[in-house]
């Protein structure tokens, strides 16, 4: 394979320039052309390519968001959408895919390797960390660490006037950002859309707590379950505490990548050209156990996540 496209799709993620970076330099290192597709499957509809060498990804691994820009493309579900996606593949040559991106990404690139041959590989985007078949996706680390240091920060304004925070996180169907900042952020409760809560029990140990002497509380809670406002009114009900809202919002999507991030997306974005050099497409990359793997995309996108529940006891257990 000698040529080879790029594309980020669906919503950004800190570490994907890391990845674009990486595949780039990969591919160049292996004597192979590299085109970068602007905003997703929508600029491969609408033959937004351009040629990318070195210098072009030079002073981006610690940018957030993403160089070559991202788009939801509703047009990649109808026949005409993607028979024009595969025009523009074939008018430039390119031989070989590279999607970053989260399940709606994946389903796409899987479309193009069934029905039109073209070798496509998965990096896994998405701050929601809602794919199952890898541990960790791109950008989920960073996440979780911008929502600690908001946290952080809200626990000592909180703890002054001895209230109750409830932070909503992103994660529509997946709890995972509300799961990972709670354990690490010190909250007293988290609220997941993989668990039904119960507001009296969540009285109950916030009460506990105070009897133990805190004098504040964080309920962080995923956006998959209500809103941070609607949440504070059900609590403000049936509690004595003053009790504030907080949305921390799209800040989640921004930022410098860590450490984490960024080397997750070296690997991947690694892994995902040697693939192509091989001939080998229809895969995704992820890591698993500390190991970088990959397999096949159908499976990939067909399992369903889970949620971690001996961590939600660890912080049943810790939190108090």
């Not at 080397?263 to 895969?283: C, E, H, T, W, Y």
């Amino acid at each position: 394979m000698k040529r080879i496209g790029l594309l980020t799709s669906g919503g950004d993620a800190p570490g994907m320039n890391a990845a674009i970076r990486a595949v780039v330099r990969t591919a160049i290192y292996y004597g192979m052309e590299v085109f970068g597709i602007e905003r997703g499957y929508a600029g491969l509809i609408n033959d937004q390519v351009i040629p990318m060498d070195m210098r072009s990804v030079s002073d981006i691994i610690h940018r957030g968001g993403t160089k070559l820009r991202t788009a939801r493309c509703m047009e990649m579900l109808t026949k005409e959408g993607k028979d024009q996606a595969v025009a523009t593949l074939k008018k430039h040559g390119i031989e070989g895919l590279v999607v970053i991106g989260g399940d709606g990404s994946f389903r796409g690139a899987k479309c193009l390797t069934e029905e039109y041959g073209i070798p496509t590989i998965g990096i896994p985007g998405t701050i929601d960390n809602d794919l199952e078949y890898t541990d960790f996706t791109l950008g989920f680390d960073t996440a979780v660490n911008t929502c600690i240091d908001a946290i952080n920060k809200l626990r000592d304004t909180m703890n002054s006037h001895e209230r109750i925070s409830v932070v909503e996180v992103m994660g529509r169907h997946c709890g995972d950002i509300a799961l990972y900042a709670g354990i690490t952020s010190g909250a007293e409760i988290i609220v997941v859309p993989e668990i039904q809560f119960d507001i009296e029990d969540i009285v109950m140990r916030i009460d506990r707590s105070r009897a133990n002497g805190k004098h504040s509380n964080i309920v962080v809670i995923a956006e998959g379950v209500m809103s941070a406002e609607e949440f504070t009114k059900k609590l403000q009900a049936v509690t004595q505490y003053s009790v504030r809202a907080t949305n921390i919002g799209h800040i989640q999507r921004g930022g410098s990548p860590s450490m984490a991030d960024r080397m997750l997306a070296s690997q991947f974005g690694n892994k995902a050209v040697r693939l192509l050099k091989d001939g080998i497409g229809n895969r995704v990359v992820g890591i698993r156990k500390n190991e970088i793997i990959d397999m096949d995309i159908i499976e990939a996108v067909s399992m369903k996540k889970t949620f971690n529940y001996e961590l939600y006891e660890t912080l049943q257990m810790i939190s108090l």
